[in-house]
Structure formats: C-alpha cells, structure tokens
Nanobody, 123 residues
Framework: VQLQASGGGLVQAGGSLRISCVVSGSDFSQNNWAWYRQTPGTRRDMVALITSRGVAHYADSVKGRFTISRDVAKNTVYLQMNSLKPEDTAVYYC??????????????????WGQGTLVTVSS
C-alpha cells in the first residue's frame, strides 16, 4: 500500500488550500482515512478522518474550516482547508487503516502513512 500526498505550499492567513492523497494497492473503500499534522518537536495530531462509511470527524481546532472528503473512483482523499491560520502551519500526513473505536483518533490506529506535505501559512 502506498499513499502519495501532494498539494502543500505557502498561503497567506485567511486563504485556502486543498491537499490530496492518492492511495494505491489498497481496498480503498473498506478503510478509514485520516489527515494528521505535525510541527517540529511536537506529536502528530489528528486533523480529520473519514470512515469507510463516509462519516467525517474533525479536531476541534479545525471544525468549520476544514473538510475531508474522498473520491472512491480515484482512490483519493482530500483535505480542503479554508480560513487558514498561521497555527495551521505543519507537515500534513495522510494515513489509512481499520482502527477500532478506541483508536480511531490515535496515531496507532492507522497502519499506512504517506510521506507528508508541508503547509505554511504566513501572517
């Protein structure tokens, strides 16, 4: 299974960006997919996830601003980020797996990770 993330870049505060994650070698529709982010010296935190049934969940810090979606025909997961803030600056990682209810928001709940894409929000 391979996850290829792309779409990161530099954007001004208040702007928008969409990042993508193309999945290969996996039964895409049967897995949960998630976006995590990490800054140097900090832990990797869940930003958004979408279950195999298409139900989305978000971290409180991005609710109302970010939208996760998936295109089953293209084996691709997206994260639309609006109203970006400097504190959204991070490397964003896509992840896939079949976590349990107790691990769905944890790093350990996902078995496959992409290489990360850097999002920088300037003030």
């Amino acid at each position: 299974v391979q996850l290829q993330a792309s779409g990161g870049g530099l954007v001004q505060a208040g702007g928008s960006l969409r990042i993508s994650c193309v999945v290969s070698g996996s039964d895409f529709s049967q897995n949960n997919w998630a976006w995590y982010r990490q800054t140097p010296g900090t832990r990797r935190d869940m930003v958004a996830l979408i279950t195999s049934r298409g139900v989305a969940h978000y971290a409180d810090s991005v609710k109302g601003r970010f939208t996760i979606s998936r295109d089953v025909a293209k084996n691709t997961v997206y994260l639309q980020m609006n109203s970006l803030k400097p504190e959204d600056t991070a490397v964003y990682y896509c992840a896939g797996g079949r976590p349990s209810t107790s691990t769905i928001r944890t790093v350990g709940g996902y078995t496959t990770w992409g290489q990360g894409t850097l999002v920088t929000v300037s003030s």
